[in-house]
């Protein structure tokens, strides 16, 4: 069976933790299917309009169609000329099924699909609200994203809290849930040595999406660092400087550590190194981070928005994350107690639920599903 997987997320030159959930898929489909890969990537430097270029990156053979980024999105009108490229590499693979990852993917490679008579699965992995407060922006997104899902033989999605979102803003494709990967290679058990400071872990976008405000008050209110506790903090974004300087202006100078972005073995190694990871995400799709460290055989706190179905009772905590001092006790307790969790039932569960051979198998069943017409 031949996959043509599109995305327009996928580690790059300018961003290598593009995607790197989508390459995890890629990777572990490839056990079962033969997949060739197309990354659709807007890039300043691009000599050309449109430029493809073709590597094998983990076995699997990638076509980068790179568009050269014009002032206001200008770009857009160089798409024509994307979706000619798309049906070139669509001849020379000839697939069994094309799929698409995110809606933007999703429309050129479903315009492939009908002309070339090839069915098309369409992995949605984000919110259609980028902000709070829906504006004008949002609700185009929206109405677009339910038309271009709507259109596709099958969707899937990492958790039922997304379907649930999607079937809401009534997408009519039948929506399947199968969960992201982890990499079970990179992401795993280490022996814990015992240390007096305790070590707590967060791991993404610095955004108030992912509850960094709320996080950062919770540990302000924790009762005089229990167990010699810090927080450390990875990843970059807009408001780096201002989580900074607010951690400043809680007294946490000492206890909260900025790390900034770190390659994925880096990220492994703070993971392996720390007692638990804490994400309390005021909306999360998924939460890949949370797998990563289960695999690591590490306890989470999470929060009920979007990772309560992937946490269970011996694995970690799930807090409402509006409730400022349920999430501040949730700290407070797994200082306390984070090694009465067993590491090894939770690195044992990671491996069994998200694993690339249990993931690659679940999208080679679908595969089949959506070819054969039974969805």
């Known amino acids: 069976m031949k996959v043509l997987t599109v995305t327009p997320w996928y580690p790059h030159s300018e961003n290598k933790a593009s995607g790197i959930f989508v390459r995890d898929i890629a990777i572990a489909t490839s056990e079962y299917v033969e997949n060739t890969l197309v990354h659709i990537h807007s890039e300043k430097r691009a000599k050309k309009a449109v430029e493809v270029k073709k590597f094998r990156d983990n076995g699997i053979l990638v076509y980068?169609?790179?568009?050269?980024?014009?002032?206001?999105?200008?770009?857009?009108?160089?798409?024509?000329?994307?979706i000619f490229s798309l049906l070139k590499i669509e001849r020379d693979v000839k697939p069994d099924i094309i799929h698409a990852h995110v809606f933007t993917a999703g429309i050129p490679s479903i315009l492939v699909g009908k002309l070339r008579r090839k069915p098309v699965l369409l992995?949605?992995?984000?919110?259609?609200?980028?902000?709070?407060?829906?504006?004008?922006?949002?609700r185009f997104r929206e109405f677009l994203g339910k038309i271009v899902l709507s259109n596709a033989d099958a969707v899937a999605v990492p958790s039922n809290f997304f379907k649930k979102y999607l079937t809401n803003l009534g997408v009519s494709s039948r929506i399947f849930?199968?969960?992201n990967a982890v990499n079970t290679?990179?992401?795993?058990?280490?022996?814990?040595?015992?240390?007096?400071?305790?070590?707590?872990?967060?791991?993404?976008?610095?955004?108030?999406?992912?509850?960094?405000d709320k996080l950062l008050e919770a540990v302000k209110n924790l009762p005089s660092n229990p167990g010699g506790f810090s927080l450390l903090l990875v990843?970059?974004?807009?408001?780096?400087?201002?989580y900074k300087k607010l951690s400043g202006k809680y007294g946490l100078t000492d206890c909260v550590h900025?790390?900034?972005?770190?390659?994925?073995?880096?990220v492994s190694k703070l993971l392996q190194e720390s007692d638990f990871l804490i994400l309390p995400?005021?909306?999360?799709?998924?939460?890949?981070?949370?797998?990563?460290?289960?695999?690591?055989?590490?306890?989470?706190?999470?929060?009920?928005?979007?990772?309560?179905?992937?946490?269970?009772?011996?694995?970690?905590?799930?807090?409402?994350?509006?409730?400022?001092?349920?999430?501040?006790e949730a700290i407070k307790w797994m200082i306390e107690n984070h090694r009465k969790f067993p590491s090894n039932f939770i690195r044992n569960y990671a491996v069994r639920k998200f694993s690339f051979s249990k993931i690659g198998k679940m999208y080679s069943d679908l595969y089949r599903k959506v070819i054969s017409g039974e969805v």
Request: net charge positive; hydrophobic share 40%; with cysteine.
């Open 64 to 82: 980068r169609i790179s568009v050269k980024k014009l002032p206001v999105k200008l770009h857009v009108f160089l798409y024509p000329v994307v």
């Open 123 to 138: 992995t949605e992995h984000m919110k259609f609200q980028k902000k709070f407060k829906k504006g004008l922006l949002d």
């Open 177 to 179: 849930v199968i969960p």
């Open 185 to 212: 290679e990179v992401f795993r058990k280490k022996d814990d040595e015992r240390k007096d400071e305790t070590k707590g872990i967060f791991v993404g976008w610095l955004d108030p999406i992912k509850g960094i």
């Open 235 to 242: 990843g970059s974004g807009s408001l780096f400087d201002y």
């Open 258 to 266: 900025f790390l900034g972005s770190k390659r994925r073995d880096e």
């Open 281 to 328: 995400s005021l909306w999360e799709v998924f939460g890949v981070v949370v797998i990563e460290a289960m695999a690591c055989g590490k306890p989470v706190i999470v929060s009920d928005k979007g990772q309560r179905e992937i946490v269970v009772r011996k694995t970690g905590i799930v807090v409402d994350v509006n409730d400022g001092k349920s999430l501040m």
